[in-house]
């Protein structure tokens, strides 16, 4: 026999349902949301350019319930340092292998987690006018042992090359000093460093007036899409393989037979280890989100060209975001499915 429910029945039935239907919401959430209530600190150097590829990741967490903390900037070496301590979250721009000594000596993959490869094929070098190199036929970096092909790109009266190099904690710079002595290049070349931003800016004016240029760069950066390898400038060969520190024995010959003195570089994300560990989340994020080097070149560009206000750089992710939606979509949805 069926019995009318009770007003006090049905207000139990009513609550029952209202609590089930708030632990399905809370459940959803907690899947859309895996990183809800957690801290992240973002880690960059002072490479403004590396700014877009910092907000990428960081509008990804986001959109996975993190709170993505003001992004800290940092030279590399104490990078790695903060990640391994926990005192940083990520570096968008952890380049391997040009980091392997800062990587390892902050406590390698014990303390820092970096997997997948956010960007490949980056490439570094020095370079110089094509006018210059074709007037003069100098294709490799070991013709200015040479005073007189050194006096060329005397810049200051001095009768030393002038080479615009890179600024100090970036890791470039120990390989070109590492260079000029392997190279024995002391005598005749001068290695100009300081703010690269500022340096490389005075190198294009002189490009832009005729005179004769020497200067180190790396891809992606806007630089070569203003000074264009094979069409304004051209990437020097080495003697040979020369490195610094623990890669001192390693060919830095490229597929093509071409040997520009370092090794060509993926960018990865690098986390702290911890962190990677207790939100698996992120983790698949991190080893999952790439952009090319053309992509971070051209972004680097519009940079250059003036638009490089915060606001300017969020529209330029987003502007990339809504390009690659659907991989981006996918990216969440494996890093919620890893959380569960």
Known sequence: MNYPMTPKALRGLAAAAGLTAALAAGSA????????????????????????????????????????QPIKELEYATAYVALANGDGTFMADSWDPLHKDFYEEAGGKDKIYR?????????????????????????????????EIAKIFDHDGDGKADLTGCTPGWGCEKVIEHQLDAFDLRDTVTHNQGSYSAIIADTITRYKQGEPVLYYTWTPYWVSGVLVPGKDVVWLNVPFSSLPGERKDVDTSLPDGSNYGFQANEQKIAANREFAEANPAAAKLFSLMKISANDISAENLLMRDGEDSEEDIARHADAWIKGHQEEWNDWLDQARAAAE
């Open 115 to 147: 997997e997948g490869v956010f960007s490949p094929g980056a490439l570094q070098g020095y370079l110089i006018d094509k006018k210059t190199a074709e007037e003069h036929d100098i294709t490799n970096l070991g013709q200015l042992k040479d005073p």
């Open 29 to 68: 959430l907690a899947q859309d949301k895996p990183g809800e209530g957690v801290e992240v600190i973002p880690l960059k150097s002072s490479i403004a350019e590396e700014t877009f590829q910092t907000v990428l990741v960081n509008k990804a967490l986001e959109e996975l319930g993190y709170d993505v």
